[in-house]
C-alpha cells in the first residue's frame, strides 16, 4: 500500500513538473527584462501597447460576437435534436467535430475563394463583412465544445417533459426556450462560451489570413520581434484562459439543481 | 348520460405499422372522475397524450365542451396535466412554478400572487412557496405539479401516472387527496394508472384497456365485480378460474371436476357439452360448508399462509386451486395442508367469462 502511494506521488510530481516547469520558466523570463534584477517591465511595455490593447479589445468583442452566434445556432439545434430528432444525434456529433480535423487553414482558405468581392456573398468585399466572415468562422471553430457542453447540460434535464409541462401550461416555443431550457441549461452554456472565449482570444489563422486586427497575429507578430515581451504575453494569455476555466467552475456550483428524480 | 364534457371518438393512433389504439371510444361527464387502466403498453398513456394534444390521432376525434379540439397544439386547449416524473421547472421557485401558466396567460403579477396563495392553501403547502422542487420530497413536489396543473382553472385535467414515482404510504394519502380537490372544484378528470386498487378507488368510471382497446367502461363496482371479458376479470383483482362443462344447458348444470354445480340463468347462448370457464372471486369462496351457499366442491388444502388478520388457503381441486381468505382467529387454529375440505359459494358469484 504504502509503495502504491510512493509511485503514485512520484508519477504525479512528475506530471506537475512537466506542467508547471516550463511555465515557471516563462514566468521567470519574462521578469528578468532589467538586468540583475526581477521586474515586470516586459508586462508594462506589453499592456501599454496601444496594439496590445487594440488587438485584444477588437478579440474580445469577436469572442463575444462568436458567443452570440454560438448559441443562436447550437442551443435551439442540440434542443430540437434531443426533442424530436435524436436519430441525427451521431450525424450533428460528426458534423460538429469536423474543425478539429479540417485545419483551420482549410477553411480560411475555402472563405477566401467563397466569398471574395466577385461572389454573390462578398464578405471579403469590406472590413465589416470580413469581421462577421471572422466571427462565422470562429463559431465554426469553437463548434465541438460548444455543442457538447450545451448538450451535455441537456442531458442533465428531461427535456421532453420539461418541454410538455411548459406547453400544456400554455407556452409557445419560445417562451420554452427562453424561460425553460435556456435557463436549466445555463451554465452548460458559460462553460461552452468561456471555451469558446479561449479559443477566439489566441486564435492565428483566420485572424491572420483575413487581415484582420487580432490578438492571435499580434501575438505571432511581438513572438517573431521580441525578447521578453513574448514570455510575458504568453504569462497573460495563460491566466486569462485559467481564468475562464476557473468562472465555469465557480458558476457551475450555481446550477439548477435538477429535481426531476423520484424521492 | 348527460351531454358528454369530453369526447373521444372513434380515436385510433398508429406508429409506422403498429397501432397502439384502436377505434377507441369514450364519453366523459362534466366533473367526472375517470381512470385508464391497463398493463403497459395498453395505450392508455397514449389516448391520455391524444387528449393532451403531444399526439395526434391517425383516425377520430376528441371533442371538448363541444369543441372539436383533434388537430389543436397543446398550448391551444386549456388542459391542466400532471407527469409522472413531476416535471417542475428546476430553476424555479415553488410559487414560480404553479404562477408559470398564469404568467404565460398574461396575468397581472397581484393577481398571479392570489391565485398561487390560493393554491398552495388547496394542497396545503402554504410555507413552501419560496423553495425549489430539490428541496422537497417526492410527494411534495407531485403536490406542486397537481397546483401547477390547476391554477389556470382548465377545462380538463389529466393525470399521467402520477402515484407511480412514490412510496406507498404517500400513494395512498396523495390519492386521496387529488380525488378530494377534484370533487371540490369539480374537474373533470382522466387519471392513467396501472395499478387497480389506485383506479378502483377513487374512480367514478374505469376504462380498463387492453391491446389497444376499451375492454370495458363502468364503475369500479361493476369492472370488479361484473367483468365483461376474460382479461377484465382476471386484470382487476384477483380471480379463480375453474375450467368447467355444460351438462345440462336448460337448468343450467355445469361439471366441474365431475362435480356439479348449478348457474341457472348464466348460461347465456352456451349448449349441452361446450367448456366453459369459470371465475369466483376470493370473498366470494368460504371453506366449509355455509348457509346461504348453494354450490359446493370438494377438494384437498394444498397451501396455507398466515397473513395475520387473514389466512390465504389455496384448495386443490382436481386439476385446479382455488384461493380464498378466511379472517384468522385466534381460537380457530388454521386449516392443515393435506386435509380433505369443502368448499362453498353462491352460484350467483360465479362469472361466466367469454
Not at chain 2, 393512433?13 to 371510444?25: I, L, R, W, Y
Not at chain 2, 349448449?271 to 368460504?286: F, M, N, V, W, Y
Not at chain 2, 384468522?328 to 369443502?342: E, F, I, L, M, R
Request: glycine fraction near 8%; hydrophobic fraction near 45%.
Amino acid at each position: 500500500m504504502k509503495t502504491g502511494r510512493f509511485w503514485a506521488w512520484v508519477v504525479f510530481i512528475l506530471g506537475a513538473a512537466y506542467f508547471f516547469i516550463p511555465l515557471i520558466a516563462t514566468a521567470e523570463f519574462s521578469m528578468r527584462m532589467r538586468r540583475g534584477a526581477y521586474s515586470f517591465d516586459a508586462y508594462q511595455i506589453v499592456l501599454g501597447d496601444a496594439r496590445f490593447q487594440a488587438t485584444f479589445m477588437y478579440s474580445v468583442v469577436a469572442a463575444i460576437f462568436t458567443i452570440i452566434l454560438g448559441v443562436l445556432v447550437v442551443v435551439p439545434a442540440a434542443y430540437w435534436i434531443r426533442l424530436r430528432l435524436p436519430q441525427l444525434r451521431p450525424i450533428v456529433e460528426f458534423i460538429t467535430l469536423l474543425p478539429l480535423v479540417i485545419p483551420a487553414i482549410v477553411i480560411v482558405f475555402g472563405y477566401i475563394r467563397m466569398y471574395g468581392s466577385n461572389s454573390p456573398l462578398p464578405f471579403l468585399a469590406n472590413d465589416t463583412a470580413t469581421n462577421a466572415l471572422l466571427v462565422i468562422g470562429y463559431a465554426t471553430l469553437s463548434l465541438p465544445y460548444m455543442y457538447r457542453a450545451v448538450d451535455t447540460g441537456l442531458r442533465t434535464i428531461d427535456v421532453r417533459t420539461l418541454t410538455e409541462a411548459a406547453q400544456i401550461l400554455g407556452a409557445g416555443w419560445s417562451t420554452i426556450i427562453t424561460r425553460v431550457i435556456l435557463p436549466n441549461v445555463l451554465i452548460a452554456v458559460l462553460s461552452g462560451a468561456f471555451l469558446t472565449f479561449a479559443i477566439v482570444i489566441g486564435e492565428f489563422t483566420m485572424a491572420s489570413l483575413l487581415n484582420r486586427p487580432a490578438f492571435g497575429p499580434y501575438l505571432q507578430n511581438i513572438g517573431a520581434n521580441r525578447a521578453y515581451e513574448p514570455a510575458a504575453l504568453a504569462i497573460i494569455a495563460f491566466a486569462i484562459t485559467w481564468g475562464c476555466m476557473s468562472l465555469i467552475q465557480i458558476l457551475s456550483r450555481f446550477a439548477p439543481k435538477s429535481a426531476n428524480r423520484p424521492n | 348520460m348527460a351531454e358528454p364534457f369530453l369526447s373521444i371518438q372513434h380515436v385510433r393512433k398508429s406508429f409506422g405499422a403498429t397501432t397502439v389504439v384502436e377505434d377507441f371510444n369514450l364519453d366523459v361527464a362534466p366533473g367526472e372522475f375517470v381512470s385508464f387502466l391497463g398493463p403497459s403498453g395498453c395505450g392508455k398513456t397514449t389516448v391520455l397524450r391524444m387528449v393532451a394534444g403531444f399526439e395526434e390521432p391517425s383516425a377520430g376525434k376528441i371533442v371538448v365542451g363541444g369543441k372539436d379540439i383533434t388537430r389543436l397544439k397543446p398550448n391551444q386547449r386549456n388542459v391542466g396535466m400532471v407527469f409522472q416524473a413531476y416535471a417542475l421547472f428546476p430553476n424555479l421557485t415553488v410559487a414560480q412554478n404553479i404562477g408559470f401558466g398564469l404568467k404565460v396567460a398574461g396575468m397581472s403579477k397581484p393577481a398571479i400572487d392570489s391565485r398561487v396563495a390560493e393554491m398552495l392553501d388547496i394542497i396545503k403547502l402554504p410555507q413552501m412557496a419560496d423553495r425549489y422542487p430539490y428541496q422537497l420530497s417526492g410527494g411534495q413536489q407531485q403536490r406542486i405539479a397537481l397546483a401547477r396543473a390547476i391554477a389556470p382553472k382548465p377545462k380538463l385535467l389529466l393525470l399521467d401516472e402520477p402515484l407511480s414515482a412514490l412510496d406507498a404510504k404517500v400513494r395512498v394519502s396523495l390519492r386521496e387527496e387529488i380525488r378530494s380537490i377534484q370533487k371540490k372544484l369539480g374537474i373533470t378528470t382522466i387519471f392513467v394508472t396501472h395499478d387497480q386498487e389506485e383506479a378502483l378507488s377513487i374512480s367514478d368510471r374505469i376504462a380498463v384497456m387492453y391491446g389497444g382497446r376499451a375492454e370495458q367502461v363502468g364503475t369500479p363496482f361493476e369492472i370488479y365485480n361484473r367483468p365483461a371479458t376474460k382479461f377484465v376479470a382476471n386484470f382487476v383483482g384477483t380471480l379463480n378460474v375453474l375450467e368447467g362443462k355444460v351438462t345440462d344447458a336448460a337448468s343450467g348444470k355445469v361439471q366441474v371436476n365431475s362435480q356439479e354445480v348449478s348457474l341457472k340463468g348464466k348460461l347465456n347462448g352456451s349448449k349441452s357439452g361446450d367448456t366453459l370457464s369459470l371465475a369466483l372471486r376470493p370473498e366470494a369462496i368460504s371453506l366449509g360448508r355455509q348457509p346461504g351457499h348453494d354450490a359446493s366442491l370438494s377438494g384437498e388444502i394444498a397451501e396455507v399462509h398466515f397473513l395475520g388478520s387473514v389466512i390465504r388457503v389455496r384448495v386443490g381441486i382436481g386439476g385446479n386451486t382455488v384461493s380464498l381468505d378466511t379472517f384468522n382467529n385466534s381460537t380457530t387454529p388454521p386449516p392443515v395442508v393435506g386435509d380433505k375440505a369443502d368448499i362453498s359459494f353462491s352460484s350467483g358469484d360465479m362469472l361466466v367469462l367469454h
